[in-house]
């Protein structure tokens, strides 16, 4: 099955700074790739999300990248504010009717003010 | 447009009890999918329903646990005889179904036994 690893699993920027954080996936069916924010006590947010046929996809202040032929995927916040403040997890899927996702193991960002 | 409600918030059982857990997608919502998280981890894949049918169920363990999505009313997840190792949070997810589709996620269940 597919497996989904995840770096860094902690990660401090100073407020205004860009973060960065990678994933590698072993399925090459895989199409699919979200990233979801999850702040305490809460349930995961899809932030943003990619398919293969896609190389990099902006929304605002976030981007996410996909090298299909490497198996990673990466997401870029740029102009980091406190309320970035949270824990990032990617995931992966073969999509199309079953969004059956595989998570990495998070990456818990703080913004420091 | 509410999200996904899933009660309870807060879950305390005694080993040997049963829990259930229940999830109301969001409305239009005809697939569920079920989550857990253990503290400091991922979300592993439990369990993906339509209604009235189990599409998946690979994530989930073969004893104990049950899950069900009705015609009518929530999705349960059942889980007979709790033991400690059941302590997580559940997640619930939801997405229109067909091709393509996100899921959206509830803000889960955090189940404890003591």
């Known amino acids: 099955g597919e497996n989904v690893e995840q770096h860094p699993s902690t990660l401090s920027v100073q407020e205004g700074d860009s973060a960065v954080i990678k994933c590698t996936y072993s399925?090459?069916?895989?199409?699919?790739f979200p990233w979801y924010k999850q702040e305490l006590g809460k349930g995961p947010q899809l932030i943003i999300d990619?398919?293969?046929?896609?190389g990099e996809k902006k929304d605002q202040r976030i981007a996410v990248t996909l090298n299909k032929t490497a198996k990673h995927f990466s997401l870029h916040i740029t102009e980091t504010q406190p309320e970035d403040s949270a824990v990032y997890f990617c995931?992966?899927?073969?999509?199309?009717?079953?969004?059956?996702?595989?998570f990495g193991t998070g990456t818990r960002l703080t913004i420091i003010p | 447009n509410a999200g996904v409600m899933q009660n309870p918030r807060h879950l305390v059982r005694r080993r040997g009890q049963e829990a259930r857990l229940r999830c109301s997608p969001m409305?239009?919502?005809?697939?569920v999918y079920w989550y857990r998280q253990l503290p400091e981890e991922g979300l592993k894949f439990m369990v993906y329903?339509?209604?009235?049918?189990?599409?998946?169920e690979s994530g989930m363990p073969k004893e104990r646990f049950s899950a069900e999505f009705p015609k009518e009313g929530p999705s349960i997840l059942r889980i007979q005889q709790v033991v400690r190792g059941d302590s997580a949070a559940y997640f619930c997810?939801?997405?229109?179904?067909?091709?393509?589709?996100?899921?959206?996620f509830g803000s889960g269940t955090q189940l404890s036994v003591l």
């Open positions: 409305k239009g919502h005809s697939h």
């Open positions: 399925d090459s069916a895989s199409n699919y």
């Open positions: 995931a992966a899927s073969t999509g199309f009717g079953n969004e059956k996702l595989t």
């Open positions: 329903l339509q209604k009235e049918n189990i599409i998946d």
């Open positions: 997810a939801s997405s229109p179904g067909g091709a393509a589709e996100k899921l959206f």
């Open positions: 990619i398919r293969s046929n896609v």
